[in-house]
């Protein structure tokens, strides 16, 4: 009688759970075994897409194009490096989710203490909402410009994505995998059709590739804004702490003998094919957008860089630096493909920023929601401050508001800023460990490049923090240092006792270590 009530009772919203990553979807899709290269991995590319997502989001396109304009080609080369940073890091998440069969927050969780894990998971939160700011502020402004819907009521829209999320859920993983491939070939169809039309100096292009002093300089300040901290905003707008938790959860998608070392070594090698591949097009997509705002308007005619600005500039014949693009731009072509692209970046941005938030909810807390319930409570969690601010700001002028808008999308990047140290250094840990990878731990050569990146990125996104303060136009400079510095101390401080707690954790499991299935069988 119990066990009948029991199945009649209706199911909780938030549940708890200590399973598999995503387990709905976890070991769903088949992968085929001594095929071809090309068919094997055509099988395994789609979380590749849904990981790049993150990388050409709203939140990068306009410190790229910002780049473009104030320092033409030079920070071409920041792209580049980022992007290989990037692809060097998603390989490792991919790689310990296939590996350990736990994603990055579960693995943490596994060796950190509960207090940890709850500051850890409010910090990964944080960075998730930052970044679902941006996607609400790009798709609301798109619905905006595309449909002249008040901005207001634009912004509430954003939040009936969650239908959008709920029917994606319904038709099967690989098919919003095959959603997410075809909206970032929008993407990239729009950029590089503006591209071609504006003549850029490919010269140029392939010269500023190379490293030079000249991308990090203080000097000159162009727009309020300098070769480094524009660098700092390119870097920070495109390694993101979620794309790591997220990839670590869904390279798990792939049906895959776990007691097979050489089944595990075939997943790894072709997810790591198709997150490299994906990634490359999203380095092609950023690079696209600094040629933007170098070719395609006159230089330093955009004084405007939020996407209103950009959008007017688009139909502003007299910003336009040729006559084929000034033929265009009479059409509207320009402007209408700009906005289209822009909301399908925020709609992707809706699928990966709710997968990357329920893996970790799970890892860290153990709790469990629907998928449509967690997208509805970040969403309208990250609508308020953009309300807010609208309405804060519905006095002024026209431009006022678009600064004040594009202002709070870069403002609430710093969390990004805060949060990616913390999902960097476990993961290059972990993936380093002996007694989690196995042989498949990370080579000598990663190491190396490994500590280079996280240290690098760790630094300059600390060095960054008392001019991001500043920046807020919150308080006075003074303040603004002093606040800094105690937020910089602070995070080295939780860095310290995240990474003494992950190397005791690593302790703990190698006294403790149980042979992998697919060392037993190789033995």
Not at 214 to 230: D, F, K, M, R, W
Not at 247 to 272: E, L
Not at 444 to 462: A, C
Not at 490 to 517: E, K, S
Request: aromatic share 8%.
């Amino acid at each position: 009688m119990k066990n009948t009530q029991n199945k009649l009772r209706a199911p909780k919203l938030i549940s708890h759970t200590n399973g598999k990553s995503l387990e709905e979807i976890n070991g769903t899709v088949e992968v085929p075994r001594g095929k071809g290269f090309l068919k094997t991995l055509l099988a395994y590319s789609g979380p590749g897409a849904l990981v790049a997502v993150g990388y050409m989001d709203p939140g990068n396109w306009s410190t790229s194009i910002t780049g473009g304009q104030s320092f033409q080609y030079t920070l071409m080369t920041t792209i580049l490096i980022s992007s290989l940073i990037a692809m060097l890091l998603q390989a490792m998440a991919a790689k310990l989710g296939i590996v350990s069969e736990m994603d990055l927050a579960q693995a943490i969780r596994a060796r950190t203490g509960k207090a940890l894990g709850v500051i850890l998971w409010i910090m990964t939160e944080l960075a998730i909402m930052a970044t679902d700011i941006a996607e609400v502020i790009g798709a609301a402004i798109a619905l905006n410009l595309l449909f002249h819907i008040p901005i207001i009521w634009a912004v509430m829209i954003t939040v009936l994505d969650v239908m959008v999320l709920l029917l994606l859920t319904k038709i099967g993983f690989r098919k919003i995998e095959a959603i997410v491939a075809c909206l970032i070939l929008v993407i990239l169809f729009v950029f590089l059709y503006e591209v071609i039309l504006s003549n850029p100096n490919w010269g140029g292009v392939i010269a500023g590739l190379v490293p030079t002093p000249e991308a990090i300089a203080q000097h000159p300040v162009v727009n309020g804004i300098s070769p480094l901290s524009g660098s700092l905003g390119i870097i920070g707008a495109t390694v993101m702490p979620h794309n790591l938790y997220l990839h670590s959860a869904i390279s798990q998608t792939r049906k895959i003998d776990h007691t097979d070392a050489n089944d595990i070594k075939q997943t790894v090698r072709f997810t790591t094919w198709d997150s490299n591949i994906q990634l490359s097009l999203a380095f092609v997509v950023n690079s696209l957008l600094l040629i933007v705002g170098v070719a395609v308007f006159k230089s330093g005619a955009v004084s405007d860089t939020s996407f209103f600005g950009l959008y007017e500039a688009l139909n502003n014949t007299s910003m336009l630096s040729n006559p084929i693009l000034i033929s265009v731009a009479k059409s509207g072509v320009l402007s209408t493909l700009f906005a289209v692209a822009l909301l399908a970046s925020g709609q992707n941005s809706t699928i990966t920023g709710t997968l990357t938030g329920q893996v970790i909810m799970e890892g860290f807390i153990h709790l469990k929601m629907p998928l449509w319930a967690r997208r509805l409570v970040t969403r309208l969690l990250s609508v308020v401050p953009v309300v807010l601010c609208v309405l804060m700001t519905a006095g002024e002028t026209e431009i006022q508001q678009h600064q004040a808008i594009n202002m709070l999308m870069e403002n609430s990047q710093v969390f990004l800023a805060f949060a990616l140290p913390f999902s960097m250094l476990p993961l290059l840990l972990m993936t380093n460990s002996k007694a989690e990878m196995g042989q498949f731990k990370n080579s000598w050569i990663t190491q190396i490049l490994g500590w280079i990146s996280v240290i690098g990125l760790t630094f300059l996104n600390l060095y960054n923090l008392p001019s991001t303060f500043e920046g807020f136009g919150i308080w006075n400079k003074s303040l603004s240092d002093i606040l800094a510095w105690i937020t910089i101390i602070l995070i080295l401080l939780l860095l310290a006792w995240t990474t003494i707690d992950i190397i005791r954790g690593d302790r703990r499991l190698a006294a403790n270590r149980v042979a992998h299935p697919w060392e037993t069988t190789e033995e």
